[in-house]
T-cell receptor
Framework: AQKITQTQPGMFVQEKEAVTLDCTYDTSDQSYGLFWYKQPSSGEMIFLIYQGSYDEQNATEGRYSLNFQKARKSANLVISASQLGDSAMYFC??????????????FGTGTRLTIIP | DVKVTQSSRYLVKRTGEKVFLECVQDMDHENMFWYRQDPGLGLRLIYF???????EKGDIPEGYSVSREKKERFSLILESASTNQTSMYLC?????????????FGPGTRLTVT
């Protein structure tokens, strides 16, 4: 069974500072993928970044980067130069396979990030 | 752009009613998913479908059923709604076959059962 743990229910960060959102995972699969999604107050889920378990380089997408430490089973999201529009709920998720070989995502409980002007 | 639509943004139903939540995607995705989102619990997978008429239980399927008669449409059914099914319901879809394929989400349906 896969498990995602996000230990920070909420964070307050000053605008323009860098932010690290923590995510640890547990799986017995050799092949898996890690995702981060953003959910603004409007409710839609927005895909931010993906890291495959065999990817040697940390994933980056604009101001977002994923600090992937396989041995520690962590996949932290780093947001550089935070902006007011970054205020949202952030979810870490892991792709794995079910017992029938189908793909599914397991989500963490989320971190609510608030950027302070 | 991928578009996933859900039939209602807000829904209020009475205990014991049969409730249908509809989801439609327009990008020919094989996989479709239903989640419920509750504060402090994140998103939990109820059911998903990887092909027409094919389904698999997620982590919390009790009290729910699903139907997928056409590739683009995936319905979540609450056979007899109960107050503990008051929640935000999110539908998602994705391509099958590559681990990097992200899921695309609909806007959500906030269901209140009274």
């Amino acid at each position: 069974a896969q498990k995602i743990t996000q230990t920070q229910p909420g964070m307050f960060v000053q605008e323009k500072e860098a932010v690290t959102l923590d995510c640890t995972y547990d799986t017995s699969d050799q092949s898996y993928g890690l995702f981060w999604y953003k959910q603004p107050s409007s409710g839609e889920m927005i895909f931010l970044i993906y890291q495959g378990s065999y990817d040697e380089q940390n994933a980056t997408e604009g101001r977002y980067s994923l600090n992937f430490q396989k041995a520690r089973k962590s996949a932290n999201l780093v947001i550089s130069a935070s902006q007011l529009g970054d205020s949202a709920m952030y979810f870490c998720a892991m792709r794995g396979l079910t017992n029938f070989g189908n793909e599914k995502l397991t989500f963490g409980t989320g971190t609510r990030l608030t950027i302070i002007p | 752009d991928v578009k996933v639509t859900q039939s209602s943004r807000y829904l209020v139903k009475r205990t014991g009613e049969k409730v249908f939540l509809e989801c439609v995607q327009d990008m020919d995705h094989e996989n479709m998913f239903w989640y419920r989102q509750d504060p402090g619990l994140g998103l939990r997978l109820i059911y998903f479908s990887y092909d027409v008429k094919m389904k698999e239980k997620g982590d919390i399927p009790e009290g729910y059923s699903v139907s997928r008669e056409k590739k683009e449409r995936f319905s979540l059914i609450l056979e007899s709604a109960s107050t503990n099914q008051t929640s935000m319901y999110l539908c998602a879809s994705s391509l099958w076959g590559r681990s990097s394929y992200e899921q695309y989400f609909g806007p959500g349906t906030r269901l209140t059962v009274t």
